[in-house]
């Protein structure tokens, strides 16, 4: 009998151990997996953060806040995420050290402790806050604004018709197409304001790409013969008789027309957005090539032939201006240079359309 008791007595103290090395386990894995949570938080705070201080910057850079708006702003949202982690780290801390502490637990002192575990500290030497990763402090760490940008940059695009004006005709008796013909202008342009204390004229240049074109009426097409540049007659039915000219040139311009005056605490600038301006001055460059298209049938076949390299002027340069409400602006330009080197009657190009300053 006596030794039926020992039995029980082992019996009974190997369940005791084993439910002890159980409870010690539960505890282990509940503790692990606190402490991953720790770092789980931790990583979405700090993306949920991030997107609140870039939504400050962004209306910072709108100027729709000012610097020191924007500052305080950032600085209240670290000093209300700094409570949120001091309260929510407790609350895990205490929960670990109860577990460690106790061989069992059986009631939860936080079921959801997805929050806001983030390490954060404060520049003693500034008001500048740190969290993480994130810098939170005054918008200073951005490339700075310059204080007066005299000078700004923009694409130039235009479009519109194109002719010429030929010695002792009227456009109205002009060879080519008022309709069909047409240029384009596309090129970059820097804006520098010529006063220091006031925008009232601006000096406008850059560097621009001009296509010509000529679509030639009643059958005519060019033709060189010792490099003497003519219009003659084509002896077949032609469909389409079109000359172009490609020129790479710099046009300069004197802007002039009111402004308004922006100013901030740290910058200053002056926008022409809706307002009039006028521009006047000129251009020149070189021809980088002249081309002709002829589209004809001959014996029921469609033929297409082109022909480059005419006796054009090798350099061209001209006037030109425009007149402008905000962006968009009539704008005129006309060779002073002729379309050809040597032809019995001077022609000149001139070209009327829309343009687009992309400021």
């Not at 009039?276 to 020149?284: A, I, L, M, S, T």
């Amino acid at each position: 009998m006596q030794n039926f008791t020992k039995f029980l007595v082992v019996i009974a103290l190997v369940f005791a151990v084993q439910k002890m090395a159980a409870q010690e386990t539960d505890n282990g894995d509940e503790i692990e997996r606190l402490k991953a949570q720790r770092e789980y938080v931790q990583n979405s705070e700090k993306d949920a953060l991030k997107r609140e201080v870039e939504a400050i910057n962004e209306r910072l850079d709108n100027d729709e806040i000012s610097l020191e708006e924007a500052t305080e702003l950032k600085k209240e949202l670290a000093e209300k995420h700094a409570l949120n982690i001091e309260n929510r780290l407790a609350i895990i801390d205490n929960r670990i050290a109860l577990l460690e502490r106790n061989e069992h637990v059986d009631y939860d002192t936080g079921a959801n402790l997805e929050g806001y575990i983030l390490e954060i500290g404060k520049n003693e030497d500034s008001d500048e806050y740190d969290i993480g990763s994130i810098y939170i402090g005054p918008h200073k760490k951005r490339k700075p604004r310059v204080y007066d940008r005299r000078t700004t940059s923009d694409l130039v695009f235009a479009i519109g018709f194109n002719n010429a004006i030929i010695e002792g005709q009227s456009l109205n008796d002009s060879p080519y197409k008022i309709g069909g013909s047409g240029f384009v202008e596309l090129g970059w342009a820097w804006k520098t304001r010529v006063f220091k204390n006031t925008n009232a004229m601006r000096i406008k240049y850059g560097l621009s790409f001009q296509w010509n074109k000529l679509d030639i009426k009643d059958n005519l097409y060019f033709t060189e013969t010792n490099d003497v540049v003519t219009l003659e007659e084509y002896p077949l039915n032609l469909k389409k008789s079109k000359f172009r000219t490609t020129n790479l040139v710099v046009p300069i311009h004197f802007e002039f027309g009111p402004s308004k005056k922006i100013e901030r605490e740290d910058y200053f600038r002056y926008s022409t957005y809706r307002k009039f301006k006028v521009g006047v001055g000129g251009y020149g460059g070189f021809v980088i090539q002249s081309l002709q298209k002829l589209k004809y049938t001959e014996d029921g076949q469609k033929q297409k032939d082109k022909f480059k390299d005419y006796n054009t002027n090798n350099f061209v340069y001209g006037v030109s201006g425009y007149i402008s409400w905000g962006n968009v602006g009539i704008y005129a330009k006309y060779d002073l240079s002729t379309i050809f080197k040597d032809q019995a009657i001077d022609q000149n190009n001139i070209s009327l359309g829309i343009r687009f300053d992309m400021d």
